[in-house]
């Protein structure tokens, strides 16, 4: 592609705009900072003319750079989200580009301690010669998922600027929350229109997921016994004690820490309480679909031994589905990964398939009826204070789009007037 990319610009202006989100928030979305990104992004794409562009009630990006072939080609759309995680600081986030990178340990200037290596990290051997972009030690880059946004964007770029590639509706939105599970909550697919859908949400160059976790969410609640603890003997029964009771109970076995590939876990992430009543709150993950119930069986069994323990005290389980595993609906529609994986290839990319450990947009995306599997940027360390990406990661990612845009436009079929 003769081309200049903006990719690595775009990106170094996205992550200085603070879009984490909150999972303890109610509202939608969970913080209004992450619409200060989405505004931008309006602002940009209607500054290379695509019209339509513009951001909902809810914070979302709509846009559209239409057809403009004479084939029949179905409607496809390109997904990132705006937010950032909340397990490490997204505030006052200063990117800093390393030129030809050389090899050597990467020491952040904000806090020494904060070292990137190759030792760590092995894929940084890819990039030797190359540009990489980290954040300063304090905070995470955001490389999940503004690379993606920045990707899309530089795409449209792109297209708007060679009007001589041949596409149908190319739709772009970008989401919020995703981070928190909560990134399609208020999407409007009928409003969006798109048939088939891609996350640009991936990491390592080459890689391509039409697998994702099942995942469930389940919270605990210990209803204790409370009393003044000078008079407690024989009376207070403490819902923290029985809580770090449960957690200590957990088969280590079936936890992230000792888990991978394929393998399921049980993973408490939050607790609060006091005395009186404590809840603790638990992501449960598996690939196969059928065997949350079985971890999550698991985890009951162990809640109701300890509490026999402890017959003044009651507890409730509650469970609700997260997302589930998207190849159960991209099984039924393999031309969108098997396009992928030709875009891949004519631009030297060997695609590499393989199931991700989490979730994206596309899981909740695919159920609802737009199937959606996941493509690379490059970002590495995500949710630290070491995550990096290469520059040269974010160009192939656009041109891996922008050849994917072309496959799609070539299986179209000729309208006959």
């Known amino acids: 592609m ?8 775009r990106f170094t202006r996205y992550v200085q705009i603070d879009t984490q989100s909150n999972p303890q928030s109610e509202t939608f979305p969970s913080t209004e900072k992450q619409k200060d990104l989405s505004n931008v992004l309006v602002r940009e794409l209607k500054e290379m003319g695509i ?4 951001v909902d009630e809810f914070g979302y990006v709509y846009a559209t750079i239409p057809s403009n072939t004479e084939k029949k080609v179905p409607v496809i759309c390109f997904c990132s989200h705006v937010d950032t995680a ?68 530089d795409m449209a770029n792109y297209l708007i600027q060679n009007p001589s590639i041949k596409h149908g509706d190319i739709k772009i939105l970008f989401t919020l929350d995703e981070e928190v599970g909560r990134g399609t909550a208020k999407l409007d697919l ?11 949400d991936g990491g390592e160059a080459g890689t391509l997921e039409d697998e994702t976790f099942s995942a469930d969410a389940v919270t605990i609640t210990i209803n204790g016994v409370i009393a003044h603890p000078g008079y407690a003997k024989n009376k207070l029964v403490n819902a923290l004690k029985i809580a770090g009771e449960i957690i200590a109970a957990l088969p280590k076995a079936l936890s992230p820490e000792a ?15 006091v005395a009186e009543k404590a809840t603790i709150e638990f992501i449960i993950r598996d690939f196969n679909t059928a065997q949350l119930e079985h971890h999550e ?25 997260q997302y589930r595993n998207m190849k159960e609906v991209l099984v039924h529609h393999p031309q969108v990964v098997a396009y992928a994986e030709e875009a891949y290839k004519r631009i030297g990319l060997i695609p590499v398939n393989k199931p991700i450990r989490g979730g994206t947009d ?26 990096w990406i290469g520059v040269k990661d974010m160009q192939l ?15 179209g079929k000729v309208i006959f007037m």
């Not at 009928?190 to 640009?200: D, E, R, V």
């Open 2 to 9: 003769n081309y200049h990319y903006t990719v690595a610009e």
């Open 51 to 54: 019209e339509d562009a513009h």
């Open 86 to 153: 909340p397990d490490c600081s997204g505030t006052n986030v200063k990117p800093l580009l390393h030129k030809n990178y050389n090899g050597s340990d990467i020491v952040l200037p904000d806090d020494a301690t904060q070292i990137i290596s190759i030792e760590k990290y092995p894929y940084l051997k890819e990039h030797i010669g190359h540009d990489i972009i980290t954040a300063s030690g304090t905070t995470l880059l955001g490389a999940d998922d503004k690379a993606g946004v920045a990707i899309i964007m």
């Open 190 to 200: 009928q409003k969006l229109g798109a048939a088939y859908a891609y996350t640009l």
């Open 259 to 273: 888990t991978e590939k394929r393998e399921g876990f049980i993973h408490p992430v939050h607790i609060e309480g």
């Open 297 to 321: 069986n698991v985890l009951e069994e162990i809640v109701e031994r300890i509490m026999k323990n402890y017959p003044a005290c009651s507890f409730s389980l509650e469970v609700k589905e």
């Open 362 to 387: 596309g899981s909740r995306l695919s159920f609802m009826g737009l199937p959606c599997p996941n493509l690379f940027t490059g970002m590495q360390a995500i949710h630290s204070k070491h995550e």
């Open 397 to 411: 990612a656009v041109q891996t789009i922008v050849e994917l845009i072309k496959v799609w436009g070539e299986m």
